[in-house]
């Protein structure tokens, strides 16, 4: 039987695998925003996040190339809830949250302005591919056991608690949504 293995694998490496100059800028693009995140709500006074968590296929690193560089990086921008409070000192509604982020990110430069979407901020970039930045704030609570620490994401529907045993489940997205 004829073992086309090494023909599979090149087409692979050479087709559907993204390069490492292109994961490079992928990678480039996503400090940027986190840069420029991070710069945004400085400038506003607004809280600065505890992490950023890369996501989806970017951090599991099965990105495949598209002819239209239509790419989406996910990374998620984590906040302390206590840290998420309005003017008043209410907590911010996930809307809010939302919100906080996409005019903290947008500085001006972007052709197509960062939008609020239902779990994220987008940013788009004129090359095709896009950022999504799902916002997330981390819940503290102390129990008779301990601490009890879960997420929630700022969706569209409220906040959405999101438990898991380990912090990489999240990346997995093998988390539970709670509820």
């Given at each position: 039987?004829?073992?086309?293995?090494?023909?599979?694998?090149?087409?692979?490496?050479?087709?559907?695998?993204?390069?490492?100059?292109?994961?490079?800028?992928?990678r480039?693009?996503?400090?940027?925003?986190?840069d420029?995140?991070?710069?945004?709500l400085?400038?506003?006074?607004?809280?600065?996040?505890?992490?950023?968590?890369?996501?989806?296929?970017?951090?599991?690193?099965?990105?495949?190339?598209?002819?239209?560089?239509?790419?989406?990086?996910?990374?998620?921008?984590?906040?302390?809830?206590?840290?998420?409070?309005?003017?008043?000192?209410?907590?911010?509604?996930?809307?809010?949250?939302?919100?906080?982020?996409?005019?903290?990110?947008?500085?001006?430069?972007?052709?197509?302005?960062?939008?609020?979407r239902?779990?994220?901020?987008?940013?788009?970039?004129?090359?095709?591919?896009?950022?999504?930045?799902?916002?997330?704030?981390?819940?503290?609570?102390?129990?008779?056991?301990?601490?009890?620490?879960?997420?929630?994401?700022a969706?569209?529907?409220?906040?959405?608690?999101?438990?898991?045993?380990?912090?990489?489940?999240?990346?997995r997205?093998?988390?539970?949504?709670?509820?």
């Amino acid at each position: 039987m004829f073992d086309c293995s090494k023909d599979v694998r090149a087409y692979h490496n050479q087709e559907v695998t993204l390069p490492e100059t292109e994961q490079n800028s992928m990678r480039n693009r996503r400090n940027a925003n986190r840069d420029r995140l991070r710069k945004g709500l400085e400038k506003t006074g607004k809280p600065a996040p505890i992490e950023f968590v890369a996501q989806g296929s970017y951090a599991m690193k099965t990105m495949v190339r598209d002819p239209d560089n239509d790419y989406d990086i996910d990374d998620g921008v984590y906040f302390r809830k206590e840290d998420l409070v309005g003017p008043r000192g209410a907590e911010m509604t996930s809307l809010q949250a939302r919100q906080m982020v996409r005019d903290a990110v947008d500085d001006g430069r972007f052709k197509r302005a960062p939008e609020v979407r239902s779990n994220c901020v987008r940013v788009y970039y004129e090359a095709g591919y896009h950022v999504d930045l799902p916002v997330y704030r981390r819940v503290v609570n102390s129990t008779v056991f301990g601490e009890d620490t879960y997420y929630e994401l700022a969706a569209s529907s409220g906040l959405e608690a999101i438990r898991c045993s380990r912090r990489d489940r999240l990346v997995r997205g093998r988390a539970r949504k709670i509820g």
